[in-house]
């Protein structure tokens, strides 16, 4: 009597099925690259847009308070020129940089989380006046921390007398934004 016994099921892959997985994961990992440039782009640009934000946030106060109101990086009872600290933003009455006791503290941006290096025009604030105006004009650059080519990667914040904001074009299309003919020194 012949019994009938099913075929074995094969367990396995064939060749073929693991050429293709292994191509496919040699593609993707080969567009990490390309892809870890674009995150830390989008984290500039994100950093930059906070910090227009708080240049927003201080000129508006400024009019609508008929006040004076400084931006700088806060430590220790003053105004630091290391932009990579907390930057606060407050009302200052008196016109000393420092928050006193009649003074608001409006906003603070801590430094954690933060993917940029910041610097200002070697300064260690900027005050908008109580009509709006910029006493200090000049350019916010933000440097990637890590990475290869971080001044392509940079942004270039600029503030003019007006009070007015906004970010620097690559002008001679070399992958590089500048301002006033010169650009990002993030090296």
Known sequence: MHTLIPPSKQFGTTLIEILTV????????????????????????ADGLTLQQLLSLARYNA??????VVVCPYSNQRCSNNWNNAISVFSDHDGNKQINDNDQLLRVWQSE?????????????????????????????????????????????TINMG?????????????????????????
Not at 63 to 68: C, Q
Not at 168 to 183: F, L, M, P, R, T
């Open 113 to 157: 989380g933060r993917d940029s290096d910041i610097s200002w025009n070697n300064r260690r604030y900027l005050s908008f006046k109580a009509n709006g105006m910029n006493k200090n004009p000049g350019t916010f650059t933000l440097c990637p921390k890590h990475g290869e080519d971080k001044d392509k990667q940079a942004k270039m914040l």
């Open 163 to 187: 009070g007015r904001s906004y970010f620097q074009k690559d002008h001679n299309q070399d992958g590089i934004v500048e301002s006033y003919n010169a650009g990002p020194d993030c090296e």
């Open 22 to 45: 292994l191509a496919i994961i040699t593609t993707l990992s080969s567009q990490l690259g390309g892809f870890e440039h674009l995150l830390i782009r989008q984290r500039i640009t």
């Open 63 to 68: 009019v609508r308070h008929n006040d004076n």
